[in-house]
């Protein structure tokens, strides 16, 4: 069912994609735009509108939502006239993961320009992305917030509202630091278990439906027991997560013992050429034997 909600979504990879058909699926007006338009064009058959560069997409819509992989790259895409060409009361809804000072950064850049922002980072990947099914962590003024519920409704299951922009990206920091230290220690205990003549598949099987079998370890684990790892969250994004959480510790003067370990073996397992496949790659460093 059509209604009359304009979304200008400024990147349609794995998650922007995806998001932007259960935009569509919602009713809404989408005009998706991507660096390389090969990504965006085929939502085009899904009913969006593709867009030739981001302040095309984003003229008179009533938000702008970002997904890139970065601040570097929201901030590249964003200040190419996007904000002043949204509609009057337009909303900026930030959803990439940037970390505290990316945040701080855009923030200032909408205040610039006079937009609303909400931080609203996600918890999810590809397939409750798909779903419609992602969890928002939403941070921002109150009087957006009902308004910016249709489209959060949209793209995910659940919406958290935090308080001041910000709170949301520092919520999701804590998320990933969960994930990153899972992901590495998950990856040492596959390795070890093959070291020492166990079938990995026994230790996911033994763990499953119990406190320890979370349902992450059985998806991931699965992965590196068959060494196979289709593209979910890329080790380069997880990478960029790490960094961007051991940012936030080191100006809070805190020393991640563990996670700056795993963070060497995000680098290590790009340096080897495997940074675009799935965050669960980063087992082929506790395997070097494997490659
Ligand atoms: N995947 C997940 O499970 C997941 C979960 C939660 C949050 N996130 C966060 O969501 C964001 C998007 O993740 P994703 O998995 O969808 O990533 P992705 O598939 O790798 O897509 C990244 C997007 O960023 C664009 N991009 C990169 N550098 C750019 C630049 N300099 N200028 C303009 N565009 C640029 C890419 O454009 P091109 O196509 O031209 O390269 C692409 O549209 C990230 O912040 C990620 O951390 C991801």
């Known amino acids: 069912m059509a209604n009359d909600t304009t979304v200008a979504v400024l990147g349609t990879g794995i998650m922007g994609a995806a998001m932007a058909?259960?935009?569509i699926s919602?009713?809404?007006?989408?005009?998706a735009w991507n660096r390389s338009r090969g990504k965006a064009a085929p939502l085009e058959k899904d009913g969006a509108k593709v867009a030739n560069d981001p302040a095309d997409a984003a003229r008179d819509a009533n938000f702008l939502l970002t997904m890139l992989s970065d601040t570097d790259a929201v901030e590249?895409?964003?200040?190419?006239?996007?904000?002043?060409a949204l509609a009057e009361d337009g909303v900026w809804l930030q959803m990439s993961t940037v970390g505290e000072v990316g945040n701080e950064r855009l923030l200032r850049l909408a205040a610039d320009h006079g937009v609303?922002?909400?931080?609203?980072?996600?918890l999810g990947t590809k397939q409750p992305a798909e779903q419609g099914q992602l969890i928002v962590l939403a941070s921002g003024p109150e009087e957006v917030r009902e308004q910016s519920e249709q489209v959060f409704g949209a793209v995910g299951s659940k919406t958290v509202w935090l308080g001041n922009a910000g709170e949301g990206t520092r919520l999701k920091?804590?998320?990933?630091?969960?994930?990153?230290g899972l992901l590495g220690v998950l990856a040492e205990t596959v390795a070890f278990?093959?070291?020492?003549?166990?079938?990995?598949?026994?230790?996911?099987?033994?763990?499953?439906g119990g406190p320890l079998g979370l349902p992450y370890a059985q998806i991931?684990?699965?992965?590196?027991?068959?060494?196979?790892?289709?593209t979910s969250f890329s080790a380069n994004l997880a990478r960029k997560d790490a960094g961007l959480v051991l940012d936030s510790a080191r100006a809070h003067d805190l020393h991640m013992r563990i996670t700056e370990p795993v963070t060497a073996r995000f680098n290590e397992a790009i340096q080897a050429g495997h940074g675009e496949e799935d965050m669960a790659a980063?087992?082929?460093t506790a395997r070097p034997d494997r490659g």
């Open 21 to 23: 058909r259960n935009l």
């Open 76 to 84: 590249e895409a964003v200040r190419g006239g996007a904000l002043p």
């Open 193 to 208: 278990a093959e070291a020492i003549g166990v079938d990995p598949a026994k230790f996911l099987e033994t763990i499953e």
């Open 220 to 230: 991931k684990g699965s992965m590196m027991v068959e060494e196979d790892f289709p």
């Open 26 to 31: 919602a009713g809404m007006e989408v005009r």
């Open 173 to 180: 920091l804590v998320v990933n630091n969960w994930i990153v």
């Open 116 to 122: 609303a922002y909400v931080d609203a980072p996600v």
């Open 282 to 284: 980063v087992y082929r």
